[in-house]
Nanobody, 121 residues
Framework: QVQLVESGGGLVQAGGSLRLSCAAS????????MAWYRQAPGNERELVAT???????NYADSVKGRFTISRDNAKNTVYLQMNSLKPEDTAVYYC???????????????WGQGTQVTVSS
């Protein structure tokens, strides 16, 4: 099995910054991709940013220029640096990983438990 443990959420004023971390552990041969999603009350879960093995990244239009996703492959950890936060960024943020547990096996999807980010106006 694989576990994803998130940290770094909290309460911040508009214009402030937060850094989320997500560490993957367990039976990992290779992590193909890691990403951050978020879900605000009454809304569907939405993709915020992705980091693909090889270095490519993608962002939702709503966070481009403000959020940065990065990975430490040696630590199986993904980060989300969030700057210039807005009240509409308030949500539970979830870490996602697509993991190859064996060299010739299938890849599996895993989710973290979520961490609350609240941005006050």
């Amino acid at each position: 099995q694989v576990q994803l443990v998130e940290s770094g959420g909290g309460l911040v004023q508009a214009g402030g910054s937060l850094r989320l971390s997500c560490a993957a552990s367990g039976s990992i041969f290779r992590i193909n991709a890691m990403a951050w999603y978020r879900q605000a009350p009454g809304n569907e879960r939405e993709l915020v940013a992705t980091s693909i093995s090889g270095g490519s990244t993608n962002y939702a239009d709503s966070v481009k220029g403000r959020f940065t996703i990065s990975r430490d492959n040696a630590k199986n950890t993904v980060y989300l640096q969030m700057n210039s936060l807005k009240p509409e960024d308030t949500a539970v943020y979830y870490c996602y990983a697509n993991v190859l547990r064996q060299a010739n096996g299938p890849a599996y999807n895993y989710w973290g438990q979520g961490t609350q980010v609240t941005v006050s106006s």
